[in-house]
């Protein structure tokens, strides 16, 4: 059987996963990649997300910025798929599927913007997913600010290309 659930760190041990049965899928975690385009100098406007890598001189470390304000300090697990895979394994989870965290949905910004920021983001969780040697899927976004109908074809392109073995 399949056992569907939320994994979260710490929470499955290793004597805990060799009892279970079936596997462990972590249905809800985020990924960052450690740098991406400038938005803000590309599209213009103000408190476009970023990463400020080696956050106090620790190269596993980051904090993710919202323009100029600290929005969270991250770990190299975000953007590190060996290490994610090294913590999956620690916590006894099989699989997980992995999607950006909404401050990196720009809801608020024009549809355009909007589609070229999900579709970076989308191929980034991807890439990602594709060097996790099975072990993760993407759930990419879609930007809505024109509608669904817009945005179906890329969906289905993300979905198919997440699938495949």
Known sequence: GIAVG????????????????????DTHTHFLPLAWPDWEARFGGEAWPWMR?????????????????????????????AKRVEDMDRDGVDHQIISATPILFQWHRKAEEALV?????????LEMSAQAGGRMSALCQVPLQ??????????????CIAMLP
């Not at 939320?6 to 899928?25: D, S």
């Not at 920021?117 to 969780?125: E, K, L, S």
């Open 6 to 25: 939320l994994a979260r760190r710490g929470q499955w041990c290793a004597a805990g996963a060799a009892q279970r049965r079936g596997i462990v899928v």
């Open 146 to 159: 024109d509608g669904l109908q817009s945005n179906c074809r890329r969906c289905c392109c993300c979905w």
């Open 53 to 81: 890598p080696n956050l106090h001189g620790d190269p596993t470390r980051a904090m993710l910025m919202q323009g100029e304000e600290e929005f969270r300090p991250v770990l190299s697990a975000c953007w590190d798929v």
């Open 117 to 125: 920021v999900a579709q970076h983001f989308n191929d980034a969780a």
